[in-house]
């Protein structure tokens, strides 16, 4: 099984702040990666796909990069609407997801 | 725009079977497009890939479950279904279903999600 860990768990910011996430996998993945944004008592929604391409409709403050086993979500300008948990996903096999990353308000 | 809906009961004892629906809306499962899965999240835990099925009726389930699990298609009634054997605690979670739309893996439409609860 491939693992993957994002960290932090949890990160305070403030609004316009430039936030990064990280998501390491347990082995390499080729740039099979995506993002989610999870908000309390809502499913998921699809940020980022393999590793640095942006879903329709979503802004462009939010961008990823990495390749190989070690990855990046950022948030430029961090935007009320931005507080929330990510999942990072892997699928170069089958899929896991990490196990997430709180974005709180400083 | 593409709806999906997950339906089943929200309580399951031990050792039975957990079934859940997934109805889609405004939009054909019967789609060489796409993938339909089934994920799950257990309470104010991470997010479990549970597995997929293509229109043809393939299927993908993750490894850890794969003895336990069946997902299968309706499409006359345009709804897919997972079912999970054998339940126990450890299957309590917010239950979804959702649309891969490139055949990678990546849910771009979800349903609201449904709670199932393992307890006697």
């Known amino acids: 099984d491939i693992q993957m860990t994002q960290s932090p768990s949890t990160l305070s910011a403030s609004v316009g702040d430039r936030v990064a996430i990280t998501c390491r996998a347990s082995q390499s993945i080729s740039t099979w990666l995506a993002w989610y944004q999870q908000k309390p008592g809502k499913a998921p929604k699809l940020l980022i796909y393999?590793?640095?391409n942006l879903e329709s409709g979503v802004p462009s403050r939010f961008s990823g990069s990495g390749s190989g086993t070690e990855f990046t979500l950022t948030i430029n300008s961090l935007q009320p609407d931005d507080f929330a948990t990510y999942f990072c996903q892997q699928y170069n096999t089958y899929s896991t997801f990490g196990q997430g990353t709180k974005v709180e308000i400083k | 725009q593409l709806q999906l809906q997950e339906s089943g009961p929200g309580l399951v004892k031990p050792s039975e079977t957990l079934s859940l629906t997934c109805t889609v809306s405004?939009?054909?499962?019967?789609?060489?497009?796409?993938?339909w899965g089934w994920i799950r999240q257990p309470p104010g835990k991470g997010l479990e890939w549970i597995g997929s099925?293509?229109?043809?009726?393939?299927?993908y389930y993750n490894p850890s479950l794969k003895s336990r699990v069946t997902i299968s298609l309706d499409t006359s009634k345009n709804q897919f279904s997972l079912e999970l054997r054998s339940v126990t605690a450890a299957d309590t979670a917010v239950y979804y279903c959702?649309?891969?739309?490139?055949?990678?893996?990546?849910?771009?439409?979800w349903g609201q999600g449904t709670l199932v609860t393992v307890s006697s």
């Open positions: 099925i293509y229109y043809t009726g393939t299927t």
């Open positions: 405004s939009g054909s499962i019967y789609n060489k497009n796409y993938y």
């Open positions: 393999k590793a640095s």
């Open positions: 959702a649309r891969d739309g490139r055949l990678l893996y990546n849910y771009d439409y």
